[in-house]
Each structure stands twice: as C-alpha cells, then as structure tokens.
C-alpha cells in the first residue's frame, strides 16, 4: 500500500491569509495528483488535480504546487475565506493504470474572520 | 449532475447483527468503492468494483463483503457487526479510467453507523 504523509492535521487561518497544504508521497509511477475538499456532513468533493508534466496548476484562488523530485504536492489557498473552512485530503492513486485512491489523513481548515 | 445516493445517513446497530449498507449511483459509471473515514486516518478503502459481479479486496477488506449485482448499485455487508466498525462509510463512483475520467471520483454523503 502506498503512503501518503500529508501535513498540517489542522490549520488556522486568518481570513484574506494565505493556507498551504503538503503531502508527501512514495510511488512515482503516478500521472495524476487531486485534492480533495470535504464539508461538514458531506462526502468529499474533487476539488483541483494537477498532471506531472507541469509543475503547477492554477483555478481561482486554488494552486496546486507539484514538486516530482522531491515527490510532494502542495495545495495554495489565496485570499482564504471563511467558506474555504472544510477537511481538505491528497488523494494520488495507489497504482498507475488502476482507479484506486489512496486518500491523506486529512487536513482540518479553519478560517477566521 | 452525478448523484450518488446513500440509503441511510444515520444507523444504529447491535453486535452481532448483519448490516447492509446501499449505495445507488445514477451516471451509469463502471467503478464503484467503498470506503471509511475515521478520524486521524482519512479514508480507507474497503472494496471496489469495476463491473457487474466483478469486486476487488481494498486496504481493509477484513470483517466486510460487497454485492454488485446491477451497474448502478453496490452493497457493503458486515456478516457480523462489531464495535470497531463504527465508522463513516462513504460510497463513491467513478466512470472507466482513461485520460480524463479517471480524475473524478464522485461521492455519497455517507452513513454514520455505531455499532453497540
């Protein structure tokens, strides 16, 4: 099974700060890197995925950072914002060629005014 | 918009009792999964499914069994509850891997179960 380190557990935020994600992982025959964004009561949602021929990918207020020879991606927040506050997971694939995740222990989001 | 629908989002059960879990999905996708989600491990895949009758062992298979007996529909079973299965379960589905599906995994809202 592949391990996935991701950091912090939890994180505070001033609203308008910036938040970064890390997560660390082992194999690198993976041509696919997602984040995933989960609310309270909800199921988790894709939020931004990067592919590894470009070292980052930007939506919105979203930034993935892709660092291939230190295998670890990382999730930007800009202009964080009070609805931004939600559990945020990496989720590379367990095995190239095959549809399994194998998700991070999450991240808990707090944004405050 | 794809919807994948959890039969319950609450459920109490006794130990010792056969539990289905019902996971319906309406975008007609090849894949399915099921996972759970404990606090400080993230989410754990128990078993998935790439077609009808077809299932494969996750990370944690142990104490759990799976039906697909429609494309649109799969089953988590404990034979036998016990109490370190209360847990989160969440169902997701995905359509068949190539290039660009294979980026979105869809999820239910999940069923909170405690076991007694």
């Known amino acids: 099974q592949q391990q996935v380190k991701q950091s912090p557990q939890s994180l505070i935020v001033q609203k308008g700060g910036i938040s970064i994600i890390n997560c660390a992982y082992e194999?690198?025959?993976?041509?696919?890197f997602p984040w995933y964004q989960q609310f309270p009561g909800k199921g988790p949602a894709l939020l931004i995925a990067i592919r590894p021929d470009v070292s980052e990918k930007k939506e919105g207020r979203f930034t993935i950072s892709f660092n291939k020879s230190a295998k670890q991606f990382s999730l930007h927040i800009m202009d964080s914002q009070p609805g931004d506050s939600a559990t945020y997971f990496c989720a590379p694939p367990s095995n190239f060629g095959n549809e399994k995740l194998t998700f991070g222990t999450g991240t808990r989001l707090t944004i405050i005014p | 918009d794809v919807k994948v629908t959890q039969s319950s989002r609450y459920l109490v059960k006794r130990t010792g009792e056969k539990v289905f879990l019902e996971c319906v999905q309406d975008?007609?996708?090849?894949?399915m999964f099921w996972y759970r989600q404990d606090p400080g491990l993230g989410l754990r895949l128990i078993y998935f499914s790439y077609d009808v009758k077809m299932k494969e062992k996750g990370d944690i298979p142990e104490g759990y069994s799976v039906s697909r007996e429609k494309k649109e529909r799969f089953s988590l079973i404990l034979e036998s509850a016990s109490t370190n299965q209360t847990s989160m379960y969440l169902c997701a589905s995905s359509p068949r891997w190539d290039p660009s599906p294979r980026e979105k995994l869809f999820f239910g809202s999940g069923t909170q179960l405690s076991v007694l």
């Open positions: 194999n690198t025959a993976f041509d696919y």
């Open positions: 975008m007609d996708h090849e894949n």
